[in-house]
């Protein structure tokens, strides 16, 4: 699977999803960030989190069901309430 393919024939260009996946990990997780452990209890979900080198958080979120999902976001302390629609990734950071 390529993030992008190219038609050649007809210069038709097809993004992927995994160019919009490899985009939000890119975008929030910088070069050197260290990968901490997370814990997800909102069924469905699925979370990855790192610490950036200048010490800010970024989790990301993905839903794979085909419904949105409310659930709490938390590093440690009571946490916030966060909402995923169906089928969307997500990048939640903390500077």
């Known amino acids: 699977d390529a993030p992008v ?3 050649t024939e007809t210069g038709t260009v097809t993004y992927e999803p995994a160019f919009y996946y490899i985009g939000q990990f890119s975008r929030f997780v ?5 990968r901490i452990a997370t814990r997800v209890d909102a ?7 790192f610490v950036n080198p200048d010490g800010g958080l970024a989790v990301v979120v993905l839903n794979r069901t085909g419904r949105p999902v ?5 590093a440690g302390g009571p946490g916030h309430p966060a909402h995923i629609p169906a089928h969307a990734i997500q990048t939640y950071i903390r500077s």
């Open 30 to 34: 910088h070069p050197g960030a260290r």
């Open 5 to 7: 393919i190219v038609n």
């Open 70 to 74: 409310d659930f709490r976001l938390s």
């Open 43 to 49: 069924g469905g979900l699925e979370a990855v989190g």
